[in-house]
T-cell receptor
Framework: KQEVTQIPAALSVPEGENLVLNCSFTDSAIYNLQWFRQDPGKGLTSLLLIQSSQREQTSGRLNASLDKSSGRSTLYIAASQPGDSATYLCAVRREGANNLFFGTGTRLTVIP | DARVTQTPRHKVTEMGQEVTMRCQPILGHNTVFWYRQTMMQGLELLAYFRNRAPLDDSGMPKDRFSAEMPDATLATLKIQPSEPRDSAVYFC????????????FGDGTRLSIL
């Protein structure tokens, strides 16, 4: 069974800092890994998707890396802003499965 | 931007009542997923459809939950009878077939069973 862990569970940083969110998964046989953002009372917004053959993906101030063999991914946020405050979820699609397996999320607070 | 649309956004009802949640997937998407989010369990898959056919509903309590796709533009998740432990946020997601395709999520239905 695929287990996905995110550390830390919560993180507070002052505005302008660069930060890294971590995600680890137990089964390295995956098709892809997706990072999502969830605002309170809202759905999930897809931020980045990394295919299993890729090492990283970038979108604006966000950079996601994937080390499939070690079962790890990181989400790097540069020059954090108060608007980045949200819960960040990583999810993997295991080979042979159709659904996503989610981590429990990291709740990020960026302090103005 | 195309979006997955879920209705209702919020539902409060008494135990024993029937609850129906609806989802309109993004036009052209042929896969639909129902997930449930709780504080204790996080996000878990309930059901999965491809080309309107149910392929995986192993995450769903069969005695009270049912999921259908009457047509390509509508997916429904029904609970009958509802119980307090069903209180959660229910998300619908859609996508295209293929190992490398992302899933797109709706805003969810926040369900409270009293």
């Amino acid at each position: 069974k695929q287990e996905v862990t995110q550390i830390p569970a919560a993180l507070s940083v002052p505005e302008g800092e660069n930060l890294v969110l971590n995600c680890s998964f137990t089964d390295s046989a995956i098709y892809n890994l997706q990072w999502f953002r969830q605002d309170p009372g809202k759905g999930l917004t897809s931020l980045l998707l990394i295919q299993s053959s890729q090492r990283e993906q970038t979108s604006g101030r966000l950079n996601a890396s994937l080390d499939k063999s070690s079962g790890r991914s990181t989400l790097y946020i540069a020059a954090s802003q108060p608007g980045d405050s949200a819960t960040y979820l990583c999810a993997v699609r295991r080979e042979g499965a159709n659904n996503l397996f989610f981590g429990t999320g990291t709740r990020l607070t960026v302090i103005p | 931007d195309a979006r997955v649309t879920q209705t209702p956004r919020h539902k409060v009802t008494e135990m024993g009542q029937e609850v129906t949640m609806r989802c309109q997937p993004i036009l052209g998407h042929n896969t639909v997923f129902w997930y449930r989010q709780t504080m204790m369990q996080g996000l878990e898959l309930l059901a999965y459809f491809r080309n309107r056919a149910p392929l995986d509903d192993s995450g769903m309590p069969k005695d009270r939950f049912s999921a259908e796709m009457p047509d390509a533009t509508l997916a429904t998740l029904k609970i009958q009878p509802s119980e307090p432990r069903d209180s959660a946020v229910y998300f619908c997601a859609s996508g295209l077939t293929g190992e490398y395709q992302p899933q797109h999520f709706g805003d969810g239905t926040r369900l409270s069973i009293l």
